[in-house]
């Protein structure tokens, strides 16, 4: 039992919680278990399961780490990112932290972070510190939840953290999980075609332009651009041209679409791993950053990437 409630096992697992007795009987032994041994933790939670820990933990909460849901998991490749950077700060200075994470999506987004998370198991093991996600059945479709056991090698229960059994490795995940895209509007917004690299920049011209008219504030609008400009570049590389870039708002995102016409297969877990040396190619994995959902396909001689951006930004 300690190696497992120390995290010397559970480098990913997952809690779900089906009520809220489930934290007190679960999670609240384990965090009592950190406090009283000087253990570094991270809570970015959900301001509900904050409260519930924090009743259960009393004084003890005061000497763990909280963090702001809303800034963590702003947007998908962020949060990914950003966990690994904290993780490898940490490793870098000698420090193991136990993170607990509640990411704040749904719907659409939260099925779009399941890779991410799948990946965790991959790459942050490296770290030497363990994360856990929390995740409520109430909130979410049952199907959402198998989908995020799969991601998860380990889970917690009342008998601690055991081995998941119905878990999945990442690229059987990502291969499991190929949908073709949705068709494009038969009306959108912009629609242009990118040659060859002299074009680019007035390729990222018209949709500053258009982003601008949206009133995106101006991060967003800066992610947006780089976004493309990887993309397009990619296109223009590795496929063949012309590219074609179309954009259009879908409910409260703006949508960015660029197909090539070499109709080569982007390989699903693209972008997902970052570079290993800064002279590595960025490509995808900085477009991943930029975009909240990135998603690929390859059908009908096209290679598409489309890209959803947040307007106007938000974690759910």
Same mark, same amino acid.
């Given at each position: 039992?300690?190696?497992?409630?120390?995290?010397?096992?559970?480098?990913?697992?997952?809690?779900?919680?089906?009520?809220?007795?489930?934290?007190?009987?679960?999670?609240?032994?384990? /965090?009592?278990?950190?406090?009283? &041994?000087?253990?570094?933790? !991270?809570?970015?939670?959900? +301001? *509900?399961?904050? #409260? =519930?820990?924090?009743?259960?933990?009393?004084?003890?909460?005061?000497?763990?780490?909280?963090?702001?849901?809303?800034?963590?998991?702003?947007? /998908?490749?962020?949060?990914?990112? &950003?966990?690994?950077?904290? !993780?490898?700060?940490?490793? +870098? *200075?000698?420090? #193991? =932290?136990?993170?607990?994470?509640?990411?704040?999506?749904?719907?659409?987004?939260?099925?779009?972070?399941?890779?991410?998370?799948?990946?965790?198991?991959?790459?942050?093991?490296?770290?030497?510190?363990?994360?856990?996600?929390?995740?409520?059945?109430?909130?979410?479709?049952?199907?959402?939840?198998?989908?995020?056991?799969?991601?998860?090698?380990?889970?917690?229960?009342?008998?601690?953290?055991?081995?998941?059994?119905?878990?999945?490795?990442?690229?059987?995940?990502?291969?499991?999980?190929?949908?073709?895209?949705?068709?494009?509007?038969?009306?959108?917004?912009?629609?242009?075609?990118?040659?060859?690299?002299?074009?680019?920049?007035?390729?990222?011209?018209?949709?500053?332009?258009?982003?601008?008219?949206?009133?995106?504030?101006?991060?967003?609008?800066?992610?947006?651009?780089?976004?493309?400009?990887?993309?397009?570049?990619?296109?223009?590389?590795?496929?063949?041209?012309?590219?074609?870039?179309?954009?259009?708002?879908?409910?409260?995102?703006?949508?960015?679409?660029?197909?090539?016409?070499?109709?080569?297969?982007?390989?699903?877990?693209?972008?997902?791993?970052?570079?290993?040396?800064?002279?590595?190619?960025?490509?995808?994995?900085?477009?991943?950053?930029?975009?909240?959902?990135?998603?690929?396909?390859?059908?009908?001689?096209?290679?598409?990437?489309?890209?959803?951006?947040?307007?106007?930004?938000?974690?759910?």
């Amino acid at each position: 039992m300690t190696a497992q409630l120390d995290g010397l096992r559970c480098h990913h697992s997952v809690l779900v919680i089906d009520a809220d007795d489930t934290l007190d009987k679960v999670l609240v032994p384990v /965090l009592r278990r950190h406090a009283a &041994g000087g253990e570094p933790v !991270l809570l970015v939670v959900g +301001a *509900h399961t904050e #409260r =519930v820990l924090r009743q259960g933990l009393g004084d003890a909460a005061d000497r763990l780490e909280w963090g702001a849901q809303e800034q963590f998991y702003r947007q /998908l490749g962020l949060a990914y990112s &950003g966990f690994m950077r904290h !993780l490898r700060e940490q490793s +870098a *200075h000698g420090r #193991r =932290v136990h993170v607990f994470g509640e990411p704040g999506y749904a719907g659409e987004r939260l099925t779009a972070y399941l890779p991410y998370e799948a990946f965790y198991n991959e790459i942050f093991p490296a770290f030497g510190s363990p994360l856990t996600c929390v995740y409520d059945q109430r909130t979410h479709p049952a199907g959402v939840i198998e989908e995020m056991r799969q991601v998860h090698s380990e889970e917690w229960t009342e008998r601690g953290c055991l081995p998941n059994a119905t878990y999945v490795p990442p690229g059987q995940f990502l291969n499991d999980r190929l949908r073709p895209l949705a068709p494009v509007p038969p009306h959108v917004e912009v629609d242009t075609v990118v040659c060859d690299l002299s074009e680019l920049t007035t390729c990222r011209t018209t949709l500053g332009r258009w982003a601008a008219a949206h009133h995106l504030p101006q991060a967003t609008l800066a992610q947006v651009l780089v976004a493309v400009n990887e993309v397009v570049t990619n296109g223009l590389g590795h496929g063949r041209t012309p590219v074609r870039v179309r954009a259009w708002r879908h409910e409260t995102n703006l949508v960015v679409q660029a197909d090539d016409h070499g109709g080569r297969r982007i390989p699903p877990d693209a972008g997902y791993r970052p570079p290993k040396q800064p002279r590595d190619p960025m490509g995808l994995w900085a477009a991943r950053q930029a975009a909240d959902i990135l998603a690929t396909d390859t059908s009908g001689g096209l290679t598409s990437v489309r890209m959803s951006f947040p307007h106007p930004p938000s974690v759910s």
